[in-house]
């Protein structure tokens, strides 16, 4: 009976480790993307295409606005932000479009939305 | 449409003030929005009380849609921001808690959507995206700036660029504003429109009274149709801040 103590206490401590990896692994899969992701109905698109196009041209039209305001350039900035807006909704779409998330700016082509994406495809 | 005391389509999103109160020259009543609001908060809050109170090893009906939420959201925020992404999961869950027992409780008849006015979602887009910029800025310093920055582009058309993605920024608040506020309105005027319909139908008498059932059909559809957007859309405005975070959290 007492000489089985060391080996139980042994495995209780194995059992722990094991179950401390497991945790962990599972942390570790947890950052491992599984990209849930927007709707992708033809309508639920439509929608987002249409909003990002209409937001992006009434979001720098008022900025042109503001700045016309501010500079007494009125119609200088409206009109050149107006197209830059609307550059912008383009650009918005585009994003959306190819999957590159939401993201701000350009990407290099390998690089992924979450940075434990990134560590997967180094591994393969 | 007002005559035989009918009911026009766009009379739901009136606000009406319950306590009025100002403040500074500002009018902050306690009105049909702030209540549907604090309903909001108060039922969510409940159920995931009520829900979670036994905590069961094997889940009833309740403890499992519950946990099905927070799963859901869990899992959201797992797969979009990632590890770090856990510090805001309690902001993003009661988000989505809010935003979704906000556009349930509005399909109940006499209720009111709170949103379906863009002020509201305006102001809770404005929220995260003001939150989001900053945590941002704290993460990343002065380098978060470089986000605008578009890498490997000519040297000439790097000015424009850089506007453009400004605008393109400044659009988000907007744009996840616009959607939420857009399909709650077009839905809520669009259930009132064929209820509308339905009862104008059947005020002609006889048997032309029959013809009410074909809009009275398309109710149940459409109602059906807005129990998945209201849900679809606490879902959108959720994962989009998700993403959102993400950007800020991992610049590229």
Request: glycine fraction near 10%; aromatic fraction near 12%; proline fraction near 3%.
């Given at each position: ?7 139980r ?22 950052a491992k993307p599984?990209r849930?992701a927007?709707?992708?109905g ?7 295409v249409a ?5 992006g ?9 503001v ?6 350039t ?9 197209f ?10 585009w994003?959306?479009?190819?999957g590159?998330g ?12 979450a ?6 495809r180094?591994?393969? | 449409?007002a ?11 009136e606000i ?10 500002y009018?902050?009543s ?32 309740l ?5 099905m939420?927070?799963?859901?959201v ?5 797969s979009?921001v990632g ?5 805001y999961?309690?902001f993003?869950?009661?988000l ?6 906000g556009?349930?409780?509005?399909l109940?008849?006499y ?9 509201v ?14 945590v941002?800025l704290?993460k ?5 700036f ?27 608040p907007v744009?996840l504003s ?5 399909n709650?309105?077009?839905?809520h005027?669009m259930?009132?429109v064929?209820?509308?319909l ?7 008498g006889?048997i ?6 074909l ?6 559809g ?21 993403m959102?975070?993400n950007?800020?959290l991992h610049?590229?």
């Amino acid at each position: 009976m007492s000489d089985q103590e060391p080996n139980r206490s042994e495995k209780r401590l194995q059992d722990i480790e094991r179950r401390i990896a497991k945790m962990q692994g599972d942390r570790d899969d947890a950052a491992k993307p599984s990209r849930a992701a927007l709707p992708v109905g033809m309508g639920a698109i439509l929608s987002r295409v249409a909003t990002e196009l209409v937001a992006g041209v009434m979001v720098g039209a008022f900025m042109g606005w503001v700045l016309d305001r501010w500079l007494g350039t009125s119609p200088l900035f409206l009109v050149l932000m107006f197209f830059l807006g609307a550059s912008a909704g383009m650009l918005n779409v585009w994003r959306m479009m190819s999957g590159r998330g939401m993201a701000t700016g350009y990407f290099d082509e390998h690089r992924q939305d979450a940075g434990a994406d990134k560590q997967e495809r180094d591994g393969e | 449409m007002a005559s035989e005391g009918m009911h026009s389509p766009v009379e739901q999103f009136e606000i009406k003030r319950f306590i009025e109160f100002s403040a500074g020259g500002y009018d902050i009543s306690f009105t049909n929005s702030s209540l549907f609001m604090l309903l909001a908060m108060v039922v969510g809050g409940t159920f995931l009380t009520v829900a979670m109170s036994k905590r069961e090893m094997v889940p009833g009906r309740l403890q499992g849609a519950a946990e099905m939420m927070y799963e859901f959201v869990a899992d959201m925020v797992r797969s979009n921001v990632g590890n770090d992404g856990r510090a805001y999961f309690p902001f993003v869950f009661t988000l989505f808690v809010f935003l979704l027992f906000g556009n349930m409780l509005g399909l109940i008849p006499y209720s009111y959507t709170f949103t379906s006015q863009i002020i509201v979602t305006f102001a809770m887009a404005a929220f995260v995206f003001v939150g989001v910029t900053i945590v941002g800025l704290v993460k990343h310093g002065l380098h978060f700036f470089s986000f605008f920055v578009p890498q490997g582009a000519p040297k000439v058309l790097i000015p424009f660029l850089i506007v453009i993605e400004v605008i393109s920024y400044f659009v988000r608040p907007v744009s996840l504003s616009v959607r939420l506020f857009a399909n709650m309105l077009a839905g809520h005027t669009m259930l009132k429109v064929f209820a509308g319909l339905a009862v104008m139908i059947s005020g002609a008498g006889g048997i032309a009274m029959t013809g009410s059932l074909l809009p009275l059909a398309a109710l149940i559809g459409l109602t059906g149709l807005e129990v998945l957007v209201a849900a679809l859309q606490a879902y959108v405005f959720t994962i989009l801040t998700c993403m959102y975070l993400n950007d800020a959290l991992h610049l590229h």
